[in-house]
């Protein structure tokens, strides 16, 4: 499962990353909405991981180029604002399929992106192996 975690808060992303890593994840961790779309244009994704909330860059441009370069990459959104938290979120990104608090525990974030991660990587597998066939 290739996650890609964004967040402006570098320790908290390591933090992040180590606990996908222990679930077997492969993680790249950025911290600006630039790095995150050059890694979306180079790398294919299970899962990312996307801080609403980003000191450089926008976290909803990286969430556009998501949706249209790789739908199939589930999105996590973390914030610790009041945006979005109506749910409206879903109806604006397709590939969204959780809205959590930066303070969720990191084990359980780590087991919210695994779980939406490893559904997308063995859709993946399963497509490439029909294409084979």
Known sequence: M???IVQSNDELGQVWARH???LGASVINV?????A????????????????????GSALSVADYAGYSQPS?????????TFFSDGSIF??????????????????LAAIVHH????ASRAREGHQNQAAD
């Open 91 to 108: 109806a604006h990104y397709p590939n969204a399929r959780a809205y959590v608090e930066t303070a969720t525990p990191p084990q359980d």
């Open 2 to 4: 290739r996650t890609l």
């Open 31 to 35: 911290t600006t909405g630039e790095a």
């Open 73 to 81: 990459a589930n999105v996590v959104f973390v914030t610790d604002t």
């Open 20 to 22: 996908l890593e222990r």
């Open 116 to 119: 939406y991660g490893s559904n």
């Open 37 to 56: 779309i050059e890694v979306l244009q180079s790398e294919r994704l299970d899962a990312i991981v996307l801080d609403l909330v980003l000191v450089e």
